[in-house]
């Protein structure tokens, strides 16, 4: 039989890869979305024709109770979140209502309307924060640093209570920072490459950033979609640390990406206290080995290669916003 899946947070970078990964797989997939005047189709415009799109809010369980009720799926993937770390200062409440309260929503409709369905929850390496230990490993202490950070390690919880209190098939990853060219404009990495396109092409003059010395644990979005299958599809459910073992900080991701286009970073990068957080998570590196050991996952994409393909996935964006206004 075909199995079917609901992914929560469809429309954003992890959505569109994770459902491309499931139609490939021969899924019936249902992606989520909120009764908005706008919803963005266009990371999943190429594949949308093969979605059934739904609609629920985190924020309202009863739209979760009917839906699930309805779609009644083997696997529900829970994306969906306010999941930008510098917003979480100004709306630390929403924050929390959609990224820590809205798993238990979602959680408790999965266990009244099909609790026999796998659940997979979207956690972050966010909540380490101020890091006990380094490498981080699902064993780590948390101490996070951002209203974001905060409301993943309540989610995360959460995941693991309903998990030993109703004997649900509830699984966490632990996903460290992980990019693409589908990644928002509000991202630090996003915003890097799309700049160094628009300073390529004449468009721009400077790229002002933060903190240039915090260190992360880059990954590509596309391999760590397979890590969330993979956790589904395991006997016993569990928690697990996604990774690629190695750390760079937001100076080399500038180093790569300028010079990618023969451009010297620092002729454009200026530092701006604007962009400065009141907390800041310097050291981000984490160990997958139980994922490589349990789950035989393992990162594809180098960092250098993610750099690349996300600054050339904005020079020709930006090349047919050209065209088309030509």
């Given at each position: 039989?075909?199995?079917?899946?609901?992914?929560?947070?469809?429309?954003?970078?992890?959505?569109?890869?994770?459902?491309?990964?499931?139609?490939?797989?021969?899924?019936?997939?249902?992606?989520?979305?909120?009764?908005?005047s706008t919803v963005n189709f266009e990371r999943i415009a190429h594949i949308q024709d093969d979605l059934n799109i739904v609609q629920g809010d985190l924020?309202?369980?009863?739209?979760?109770?009917?839906?699930?009720?309805?779609?009644?799926?083997?696997?529900?993937?829970?994306?969906?979140?306010?999941?930008?770390?510098?917003?979480?200062?100004?709306?630390?409440?929403?924050?929390?209502?959609?990224?820590?309260?809205?798993?238990?929503?979602?959680?408790?409709?999965?266990?009244?309307?099909?609790?026999?369905?796998?659940?997979?929850?979207?956690?972050?390496?966010?909540m380490f924060g101020k890091v006990k230990e380094v490498p981080q490993t699902e064993n780590t202490p948390f101490h996070p640093r951002s209203p974001y950070?905060?409301?993943?390690?309540?989610?995360?919880?959460?995941?693991?209570?309903?998990?030993?209190?109703?004997?649900?098939?509830?699984?966490?990853?632990?996903?460290?920072?992980?990019?693409?060219?589908?990644?928002?404009?509000?991202?630090?990495?996003?915003?890097?490459?799309?700049?160094?396109?628009?300073?390529?092409?004449?468009?721009?003059?400077?790229?002002?950033?933060?903190?240039?010395?915090?260190?992360?644990?880059?990954?590509?979005?596309?391999?760590?979609?397979?890590?969330?299958?993979?956790?589904?599809?395991?006997?016993?459910?569990?928690?697990?640390?996604?990774?690629?073992?190695?750390?760079?900080?937001?100076?080399?991701?500038?180093?790569?990406?300028?010079?990618?286009?023969?451009?010297?970073?620092?002729?454009?990068?200026?530092?701006?206290?604007?962009?400065?957080?009141?907390?800041?998570?310097?050291?981000?590196?984490?160990?997958?080995?139980?994922?490589r050991s349990v789950l035989g996952w393992s990162p594809k994409t180098t960092f250098p290669d993610l750099v690349t393909s996300m600054v050339e996935g904005?020079?020709?964006?930006?090349?047919?916003?050209?065209?088309?206004?030509?």
């Open positions: 039989m075909t199995k079917s899946a609901l992914i929560t947070g469809l429309t954003g970078q992890d959505g569109s890869y994770l459902a491309e990964l499931l139609l490939e797989k021969g899924y019936d997939v249902h992606g989520m979305v909120r009764r908005t924020l309202d369980e009863s739209s979760l109770n009917e839906l699930l009720r309805q779609v009644k799926p083997d696997e529900v993937y829970n994306l969906a979140a306010q999941s930008f770390v510098q917003t979480s200062f100004q709306q630390a409440v929403l924050t929390g209502d959609t990224t820590a309260l809205g798993v238990t929503r979602i959680l408790n409709a999965v266990k009244n309307s099909c609790p026999e369905a796998r659940f997979y929850q979207a956690s972050s390496s966010e950070g905060v409301a993943k390690v309540y989610g995360h919880w959460i995941t693991i209570n309903y998990r030993e209190s109703y004997d649900m098939h509830a699984s966490s990853g632990i996903l460290f920072n992980h990019e693409s060219p589908r990644r928002g404009l509000e991202f630090v990495t996003r915003k890097i490459s799309h700049h160094v396109a628009k300073i390529k092409l004449g468009l721009a003059t400077e790229l002002r950033l933060g903190d240039l010395h915090p260190q992360r644990d880059w990954g590509f979005a596309g391999d760590y979609v397979e890590a969330m299958w993979l956790m589904l599809q395991q006997h016993t459910p569990d928690d697990y640390v996604v990774c690629t073992g190695e750390t760079h900080s937001v100076q080399e991701f500038c180093e790569i990406a300028f010079g990618h286009v023969d451009l010297a970073w620092q002729d454009f990068v200026v530092q701006d206290e604007r962009f400065m957080r009141p907390a800041e998570v310097d050291l981000l590196i984490g160990d997958a080995n139980k994922a904005d020079l020709e964006m930006i090349a047919r916003q050209q065209r088309s206004l030509a």
